[in-house]
């Protein structure tokens, strides 16, 4: 079985290609100089003169609150069209398993009950990352369409908020736990204060990203058994102020916080539903503890002063 994993210098790509060389599964991981996947005939190309059993679609253009404001037809159109791409050129080679990393922010904002992925489409998206959304809305539905007319079964797996090693840790592109842990260690190291956006109240759902690629590599190995839409996540969350006091604690920071209200906090609750996921007997292994100790223990390595 050789699997292919596209994005494989991202964060969730890096730690699945550890992942599946550990298990000594063969994986092609083509860089963005060896494979374009916006380039529609590229893609085609590699997937025929590749043998491929199996494609983990993670690749995409990422980021935490300001670089999607900052720049919303860029996530559209890049997600978008990447997407499409891959899963065109799969179908069209016949390769019969493809696993499409879908995003939390697929759901709509005002639900204030876990979210069930039958809940895609019904009602408004997040303003803030709504490009984004769209973009891997259209790709899951993709996939769904696929299955319906062509009886071709590809998956999408919606992951809750990730973390980890090989996280983007600059905060004009990184998320939140990451963000916060360079902010936190900055303010350690400094004696300044950080500033929290919006009021801390908001509450989300942080998984440690190995537990997602042990599921991707569940998946693989039990892909009947996976719908085509399914959330990986912890079925727990915390506030925002719980996840900076949680970081402090690792990080050794014992100072305060200040609140910035001008800030927008996004959706106020977003947790996935895992009901799926206990029905077919898989579970999380890390805590939030453990694995912010092995995110910051990575932070110091390869980003400290």
């Not at 102020?241 to 305060?256: C, H, P």
């Amino acid at each position: 079985m050789t699997v292919l994993v596209t994005g494989a210098s991202g964060m969730v790509g890096r730690n699945l290609v550890e992942l599946f060389e550990k298990n000594e599964i063969p994986t092609l991981k083509p860089s963005s100089n060896e494979l374009n996947l916006l380039s529609e005939n590229e893609v085609k190309k590699y997937f025929m003169t590749h043998q491929i059993d199996v494609i983990v679609h993670c690749a995409g253009l990422v980021g935490g609150i300001q670089a999607n404001i900052a720049k919303p037809f860029s996530f559209f159109y890049n997600n978008l069209l990447m997407g499409a791409n891959v899963v065109m050129s799969a179908a069209e080679s016949k390769i019969q398993k493809l696993i499409n990393l879908g995003s939390s922010c697929m759901y709509p904002r005002d639900l204030d009950t876990e979210l069930k992925e039958n809940d895609i489409l019904k009602g408004e998206l997040e303003p803030t990352n709504e490009g984004y959304a769209l973009a891997k809305i259209s790709i899951a539905k993709m996939c769904e369409y696929l299955s319906q007319e062509k009886n071709i079964h590809y998956k999408t797996l919606i992951p809750c908020n990730l973390y980890g090693r090989w996280d983007k840790f600059d905060p004009q592109r990184s998320h939140m736990i990451p963000s916060v842990i360079h902010k936190l260690y900055l303010a350690k190291l400094n004696g300044s204060t950080p500033k929290i956006w919006g009021d801390g109240s908001a509450r989300r759902e942080f998984m440690y990203v190995e537990d997602l690629t042990n599921f991707i590599l569940f998946s693989i190995s039990n892909y009947e058994k996976i719908d085509s839409y399914m959330n990986v996540g912890l079925g727990y969350d915390y506030s925002i102020k719980e996840y900076y006091e949680k970081i402090a604690s690792v990080v050794g920071y014992q100072g305060g916080f200040e609140y910035d209200l001008s800030k927008p906090s996004g959706m106020q609750k977003k947790l996935c539903s895992v009901e799926k996921l206990k029905m077919i007997g898989w579970q999380p292994n890390y805590s939030l503890e453990q694995g912010i100790e092995k995110t910051y223990n990575f932070y110091l390595k390869h980003h400290g002063v």
